[in-house]
């Protein structure tokens, strides 16, 4: 009997494990091999080189970071806000898809081809927030605003080290959302933050 060939997912799977706790640097083939325990020569059965792993790596991470969620967020509908805060949550609280993310972001600095597609990715996002920030808000200059600071929300407090007094970060977030999202406080179903 032969033995079990290693898929190309499984490979893409170690790699995206290894660049979010590690950058592109840890992506190394030998490396993965050993961590799904096989030997590195499957590897060339799958893909032609590490750059071409590499570019697998990332078109998953667009189809999941993306496609997927835009997908899921039209198909369980809702009003805007809660479309934003749905597509917030599966995209920067998922354990899956936060780590990557960040990871991509700091790839994205050293490499134009990396920051191209975070580029084409974060304006599908912002697309997002435009389309439904301009459901309650007529201003275009404040859709594009609002929409910004729920983005650099969503992103940035994962970098903030700060205090809040004696508020939690999950209120100060409720808040920042209320805010961005024009929505009251005593609006009983406007649910958490779409940043967490």
Not at 9 to 14: L, M, P, V
Not at 21 to 32: K, N, Q
Not at 158 to 182: C, E, I, K, M, S
Request: aromatic share 6%.
């Amino acid at each position: 009997m032969g033995a079990t060939r290693t898929t190309r997912d499984r490979w893409i799977e170690e790699g995206l494990a290894a660049l979010a706790t590690g950058g592109p640097d840890a992506v190394r083939v030998e490396a993965l091999a050993k961590r799904l325990g096989v030997t590195k020569g499957g590897f060339y059965g799958s893909f032609a080189d590490r750059d071409a792993l590499l570019t697998a790596m990332l078109d998953t991470w667009e189809r999941e970071s993306t496609d997927e969620v835009l997908a899921r967020v039209e198909r369980e509908g809702g009003d805007p806000r809660t479309r934003i805060r749905r597509a917030g949550v599966l995209t920067f609280s998922s354990g899956r898809l936060l780590p990557i993310d960040l990871a991509v972001r700091d790839w994205a600095r050293r490499d134009e081809a990396v920051a191209a597609r975070l580029r084409r990715v974060d304006n599908r996002r912002m697309a997002l927030l435009r389309e439904m920030i301009s459901t309650f808000c007529a201003d275009p200059e404040e859709v594009e605003a609002r929409s910004l600071l729920a983005f650099c929300v969503a992103i940035g407090e994962h970098f903030l080290a700060a205090d809040h007094g004696d508020r939690t970060r999950a209120q100060v977030l409720a808040r920042a959302a209320d805010l961005v999202l024009d929505r009251s406080r005593e609006d009983p179903g406007h649910g958490p933050s779409p940043v967490r």
